[in-house]
């Protein structure tokens, strides 16, 4: 039996679907870029000042500073636009689920935010902070030279990687009770996603005492084995159910 609204529909149609649906995040992304730029050269310096305070900012090319405008910009804005993301996504979905399915996601979508900004918190406020000032120590005394690029990028990205590594929990259990996965697809998978990560740190962080490449794949960890644990328990409640 398939779900009420689950009607065949050729694959163009999919994709012309989901086509509009981002379309629509696209537009949202541009116009709050828009918006955020403005602002965006006095939230940098306050950022800046929060995470390493008593240090200049440098730029090396002339686009540099241009570049680390729109990057923040559409950093502020993902944090921002991340729910209508998710819901654009959850209704292009919607018609495949059924009642029961959609009734159970639509519960924890709201729970799925409040975990992404957790994350995104705890990385803002705790382990960037950190991570930078423990990365001077290996100054040995020389002036830093810091580059805008750089620097922010790497901490913009450790920020999003928190916020993201949040839903893998989520994910999982939306997955699991779907029919999508079970925990056994999850155990098989799990040293293919660490070693994944592992690179995507190693290449993204650009953090060169390695600290912030061991935090963002632990984290990982712990949520993967977690969300594990929770595809379990899942599991368990649905054949008792049914």
């Known amino acids: 039996m398939k779900p009420p609204e689950d009607k065949e529909m050729p694959l163009q149609e999919h994709l012309a679907e989901l086509r509009r649906r981002l379309l629509r995040v696209f537009i949202v992304f541009v116009i709050g870029i ?10 940098i310096n306050d950022f800046w000042n929060y995470v390493l305070p008593n240090t ?3 730029v090396v090319a002339p686009p540099e500073w241009l570049m ?6 559409f950093s502020v804005v993902f944090v921002a636009v991340y729910p209508y993301l998710v819901y654009e996504l959850y209704q292009f979905a919607k018609p495949g689920l059924y009642e029961h399915e959609r009734k159970f996601v639509k519960t924890f979508l709201p729970f799925s935010y409040i975990l992404f900004l957790v994350g995104v918190a705890l990385g803002l406020f705790v382990v960037v902070p950190k991570v930078f000032s423990v990365s001077m120590l290996f100054n040995m005394g020389a002036d830093p030279f810091l580059t805008a690029k750089k620097t922010l990028y790497s901490a913009l990205k450790i920020i999003l990687t928190f916020g993201l590594s949040f839903q893998i929990p989520v994910l999982a259990v939306i997955a699991v009770r779907v029919g999508l996965i079970d925990s056994k ?21 650009l953090d060169i005492s ?13 949520m993967y084995e977690f969300s594990i644990v929770l595809a379990r328990i899942m599991e368990k409640n649905i054949k008792g159910t049914g």
């Open 34 to 43: 828009a918006i955020v730029f403005r602002f965006s050269g006095r939230m």
């Open 56 to 58: 200049k900012v440098y």
């Open 185 to 205: 697809w999850l155990k098989s998978k799990r040293w293919i996603v660490y070693l994944a990560v592992f690179i995507l740190a190693t290449n993204l962080t």
């Open 68 to 73: 680390v405008q729109l990057t923040f910009s």
């Open 210 to 222: 390695g600290i912030s490449q061991i935090i963002v794949l632990s984290l990982v960890v712990v």
